[in-house]
């Protein structure tokens, strides 16, 4: 058995059983042992940002890595800003990146790059497996980095002499440790924060925000007066009827500022403490306020549901006492799309159990109020600002959750970084329904320009911030890629286009133009 098949049976004998794919002649061994090992589904990209971003994705779901399969330098390139955002989503990955026979690197052939220097910024861990034998063993390594909570990003380079030549067989991944318990002291403090009533707020991210952190983190709040708030961006927040109900923090930093102005004691349960998306010349960089005590009660890697359940404890607090949400649909909107009546529609179609994918940047600001009262779903955001996201993360998740329907909300601008991801959800007949927002603008960054004190924006800066001249046809582009479609421009529109794209198997694409 040569290097390639050991390390394509580790990944199997280990929980990897889905790699995203696109490979060149560096990754050939490890294509051809895909057919000698059963238990693996391969997924092809068309570009590599689908690749990482659909690993994403599936972690997200499934809390378990997927394998990606890079080419070499520029392949791994590609797929950087989704590993990015992976990465700052504590989302698990394993990529299998081919790299020259050790032999031929010395040569400075074309596709030579430092492959290590790459990876390293978007790694938890990276190696260079050395020979055939040592392929598997790393390839455990990476499983065991990869899994480690709150989830890593592992980069095994994988010369093609490794692959090829005669290797070790399968290894044994090594036993991951489970998430860390919060110290006493941590829920000590807390508890202590919570005493003093109003002016304290639990901020939630990770495990805080799937329906069990919620609910405990709910009841505390409606023993002791705190209030609850979710961070800005959340890898995978549960939310919709039956649930306790969050908000995030908002993005515009003035917006931000005055829902914190009156926090005293924050209480950190994985979040980081809230900082503004960009510095600007005249905005605050930290949300809170001058003098607001900031707790950690546990780590990105720590067991928070065990932590609220001990702080609850602490001050009281039943987890049934937590208040739910109460199901409502918004009023049905007529007429033509506006980002508030969009919501209204959402309001009334998302589908129990949904994943919701939201890129959906400006057009989605006011998202949450709307749907706050569908059924159970969850919402999904971009984690690390790099868009082009939203497409193949919905990829990921397709995958992950094959019985659960999948709803990505995509500004224009966004879907085409990795438009791509059309294709892979067409071949793999994925049951994903793309809503585009079509307002021919990337609108974010005319607020932008003038919060940053540019001014007002002349005919040059102008035609950067708009993507009109030509329209995109997004109906066009799905159908190219083998994915049915319909534009609309009206809420009755959206309203039976989301409905019919819901209802129907395999993939969708709505051009929502507003
Ligand atoms: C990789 C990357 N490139 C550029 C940007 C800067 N950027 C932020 S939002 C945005 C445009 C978003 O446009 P769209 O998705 O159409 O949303 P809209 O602003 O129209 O609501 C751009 C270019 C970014 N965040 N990431
Ligand atoms: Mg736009």
């Known amino acids: 058995m040569n290097g390639a098949e050991s390390l394509v049976r580790t990944l199997v004998d280990g929980g990897v059983n889905v790699c995203f794919t696109n490979p060149g002649t560096s990754e050939m061994h490890f294509v051809a042992a895909l057919d000698k090992v059963d238990g693996m589904r391969c997924v092809l990209a068309l570009f590599e940002g689908v690749v990482t971003g659909a690993a994403d994705g599936y972690w997200r779901m499934k809390g378990t890595p997927a394998a990606t399969l890079l080419h070499l330098g520029p392949g791994l390139g590609n797929g950087l800003a989704n590993l990015h955002n992976a990465k700052k989503a504590n989302s698990g990955a394993v990529n299998i990146v081919g790299e020259h026979a050790t032999h031929h690197i010395q040569y400075d052939a074309p596709l030579t790059a430092d492959i290590e220097g790459i990876a390293w910024p978007v790694s938890h861990w990276v190696k260079t497996s050395t020979d055939a034998k040592a392929v598997a063993k790393d390839g455990a390594e990476a499983i065991?980095?990869?899994?480690?909570?709150?989830?890593?990003?592992?980069?095994?380079?994988?010369?093609?002499?490794?692959?090829?030549?005669?290797?070790?067989?399968?290894e044994a991944?090594?036993?991951?440790?489970?998430?860390?318990?919060a110290s006493d002291e941590a829920v000590r403090h807390a508890a202590r924060l919570l005493e003093k009533g109003e002016g304290t707020m639990l901020l939630l991210t990770g495990e805080g925000v799937k329906e069990r952190g919620l609910a405990l983190a709910g009841a505390i709040a409606q023993k002791t007066g705190a209030r609850i708030l979710a961070q800005g961006s959340n890898a995978c927040l549960q939310r919709g009827a039956g649930r306790v109900p969050v908000d995030r923090v908002p993005f515009p930093v003035p917006q931000a500022v005055e829902m914190l102005a009156d926090v005293q004691r924050m209480i950190l349960v994985e979040a980081r403490p809230p900082v503004a998306f960009f510095g600007y010349p005249d905005r605050p960089s930290v949300l809170t306020q001058d003098g607001c005590e900031l707790h950690r009660l546990t780590e990105l890697s720590e067991d928070s549901i065990d932590a609220l359940e001990r702080l609850a404890d602490a001050v009281g607090a039943k987890i049934e006492d937590a208040p739910v949400q109460q199901p409502f649909t918004p009023e049905v909107p007529a007429g033509a799309l506006d980002p508030a009546k969009i919501a209204a529609v959402l309001g009334n179609v998302i589908p129990e159990n949904a994943i919701v994918v939201d890129e959906s940047v400006t057009t989605g600001r006011n998202f949450y109020p709307f749907t706050a009262g569908a059924p159970p779903h969850d919402w999904l955001q971009n984690m690390g600002g790099s868009i082009g996201y939203g497409m193949p993360v919905a990829v990921g998740a397709g995958v992950a959750c094959p019985d659960r329907k999948v709803l990505a909300l995509?500004?224009?601008?966004?879907?085409?970084?990795?438009?791509?991801?059309?294709?892979?959800?067409?071949?793999?007949?994925?049951?994903?329904t793309v809503v585009i927002w079509a307002n021919r603008t990337y609108q974010i960054l005319k607020g932008e320009f003038n919060n940053v004190g540019a001014g007002n924006p002349g005919m040059k800066a102008k035609d950067m911030l708009d993507i009109d001249r030509p329209d995109l046809g997004w109906v066009d582009m799905a159908k190219g890629m083998g994915v049915p479609s319909a534009r609309i421009d009206t809420c009755e529109g959206l309203m039976a286009e989301m409905r019919r794209g819901l209802a129907t198997p395999g993939p969708y694409l709505i051009e929502a133009v507003l």
């Open 144 to 170: 065991h980095v990869a899994s480690t909570a709150p989830g890593q990003i592992a980069s095994l380079i994988l010369p093609g002499d490794t692959a090829w030549n005669e290797g070790s067989g399968p």
């Open 173 to 181: 991944v090594p036993v991951i440790a489970p998430r860390a318990k």
């Open 410 to 432: 995509v500004g224009d601008g966004s879907g085409m970084y990795t438009v791509q991801a059309l294709w892979t959800m067409a071949r793999e007949n994925l049951d994903i």
